[in-house]
Every structure is written in structure tokens, then in C-alpha cells.
């Protein structure tokens, strides 16, 4: 059975920082397409980046680029996402997914609540 549990989420002020995980288990992270994605209350779920199993690259979302990081420790299992200068527009639920070759996902985590205050 797959499992995808993100942390690392909570309230924290614009301009600031947060870094969430995502630890995996029933999966072998080194062998996945990983990603991020976000739903905002009333919005539909966007998505964020992904970390690339066959070749180490990652993808961004175009509002997030420059700002987000996401990175992954295989021996961990666990795929993380550095946000530096949140803003409250990036208040959101935070998923963490499996993605398979056909870059479609397999898996999603519960997800964790970001708050940016203003």
C-alpha cells in the first residue's frame, strides 16, 4: 500500500519560509516522478513542480518559479519543497503525488495546510 505523508506545513508570515516533506512509503522514490501541487479554498488543485526520476530534472509551475525548490533524498525516501517569500496568495492545501512516466499521478498524500499571513 502507498503512502504519501506531507509535513512541514503551518501558519508563517509573508516574505517568510517554509519547507514541507513528503515521506514515502509502498514506493520507491528513486523510481518515481514526484511532485507538488496546491488547492486553494474554491479553487481547482494547481500544480507546482516535479523532480524527475529518469534524469534528475525538475519542472515548475510559472507561478511558483523562481521562488519554490523542490528537491528529493533517496535514501530517505522523501521528496521535499523549499517556498521562500511566501506570499498569502500561496495560502493553500499542499499535496505532495507519484507521478508515473506518462506524467500523470498514481498517488496523492492528505496533504498539509499552508497559511501566509499578511
Known amino acids: 500500500q502507498v503512502r504519501l505523508v506531507e509535513s512541514g506545513g503551518g501558519l508563517v508570515q509573508a516574505g517568510g519560509s517554509l519547507r514541507l516533506s513528503c515521506a514515502a512509503s509502498?514506493?520507491?522514490?528513486?523510481?518515481?516522478?514526484m511532485g507538488w501541487f496546491r488547492q486553494a479554498p474554491g479553487k481547482e488543485r494547481e500544480f507546482l513542480a516535479q523532480?524527475?526520476?529518469?534524469?534528475?530534472?525538475?519542472d515548475y509551475g510559472q507561478f511558483v518559479k523562481g521562488r519554490f525548490t523542490i528537491s528529493r533524498d533517496n535514501a530517505e525516501n522523501t521528496v521535499y519543497l523549499q517556498m521562500n517569500n511566501l506570499k498569502p496568495e500561496d495560502t493553500a492545501v499542499y499535496y505532495c503525488?507519484?507521478?508515473?512516466?506518462?506524467?500523470?499521478?498514481?498517488?496523492w498524500g492528505k496533504g498539509t495546510l499552508v497559511t501566509v499571513s499578511s
Open positions: 503525488a507519484g507521478i508515473n512516466n506518462g506524467f500523470t499521478v498514481d498517488y
Open positions: 509502498g514506493l520507491t522514490v528513486s523510481r518515481y516522478h
Open positions: 523532480s524527475r526520476w529518469t534524469d534528475g530534472g525538475t
